[in-house]
């Protein structure tokens, strides 16, 4: 079939002005996450334009997920075409939610102004790019193999910046990404177009609380301070916790090359009165803080085991308690996922290594995100292992200001993604 290959690339050419105009509307509408707007409005839109490219639309709303409401519905597309023999099914994921606009702009952020062969925009590298790539590199295939075997399936989905609840875990729990119903999957988020994801690190949230008594803040000796239970914990974080995590390296090929060890960051630390409301000119109260919170973001290697990896925040407090009288904490779990990780000699990833080294003449490299992405639901709910990460953009400008996408680099992408699918479907 590698007679295919000039119609397919032909086929990309042609739709060169297509793929900019699709990734423009699609970073024209604001779907900010949060509070998770017009997600309906882009799967809508997204529909009507696979619908005339002949693929079977399912509008999905993730009733009842986190953040789902009658404002904020929760809406996932699942388009899928059969072609005209069976075979595998070649899935696109890419999620719709963009973040925060945020401060520094010098462009407007939905816009979608082009300059310079770039599109700027927030969502443009992560991942609405990523999407009109994909799309495109869909309908081109098809154009060109009209006889193509196997199902192509593209999804867009909610709330992947807010840990895909409401989108790609929903729809792994309703069964759409078994392996009996999709072989391969891709996600084109921005880890530039010559490079392929094969998963992530491990991620625990935890929050950290230590216990005091309130009292006068002339008399602190009557009561007990958490604050300053909790500095100790800090101090045996550094002396012990921070050292040992440095040295726990991993052979996975996490990029950027800092994140190749476990880490662990402060997300916040509380404790005693609360923040006064900005603007307000009282004086604070005098108490001894009886409270003291801290929630740590810990993100751990496939080499790790999660159970190790708190055990040895209880260690760490149990050392603390076992100096300081009266010491008392509590930890509470807020979130975890377990690493990811791909195998290299997978069908997607064997296949998609062939098309970039046939596209861009030279092989791939192979990366692990240091954060989590959707492919985590695909695999631990979905219990599909064939699944990778590969897209165009700059990873590092996703939640930036001026945001853009290159659209050389979103036409190659699309060259890639069509030579994977005629390697898998024809
Ligand atoms: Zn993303």
Known sequence: MESRTPAILAEIDARRDDLVALARDLIRIPTLNPPGRMYREICEMLAARLEHSGY??????????PGDSDAYPRWNLVARRSGARPGDCVHFNGHHDVVEVGHGWTRDPF??????????????????????????AAEAFAAACPDHAG?????????????????????????????ARVQHVIIPEPLHKDRICLGHRGVWWA????????????????GDSAIRHMGAVLEEMERWLYPLLAGKRTGMQVIPEGARQSTLNVNSIHGGAAEPPEGDTGLPAPCVADRCRIVIDRRFLIEEDIAEVKREVTRMLETVKAR???????????????????DRDAP????????????????????????TYDQKHIDR????KNCIAYGPGILDLAHQPDEWIGIDDMMDSARVMALVLRELLC
């Open 56 to 65: 079977a639309c399912e509008m999905i709303r993730a009733t009842g997920a």
């Open 111 to 136: 816009g979608a102004e082009v300059e310079g062969g770039r599109i700027y925009g927030r969502g443009a590298c992560d991942m609405k790019g990523g999407i009109a790539a994909a799309v495109i």
């Open 151 to 179: 199902t192509i399936e593209i999804s867009a989905t909610a709330d992947e910046e807010s840990g895909g609840y409401g989108g790609v875990a929903w729809l792994a729990e309703r069964g759409y990404f078994d392996p």
């Open 207 to 222: 929050e950290i609380e230590t216990k005091g008594r309130i009292a006068h803040g002339s008399m602190p000796f009557l």
């Open 324 to 342: 300081r009288p009266g010491f008392a904490y509590e930890v509470r779990d807020l979130f975890e996922v377990q690493p990811s990780m791909t």
């Open 348 to 371: 997607v990833v064997r296949t998609t290594a062939a098309a970039i080294e046939a596209v861009l003449g030279a092989p791939p490299g192979y990366v692990v995100s240091p954060g």
């Open 381 to 384: 709910i979905g219990r599909l």
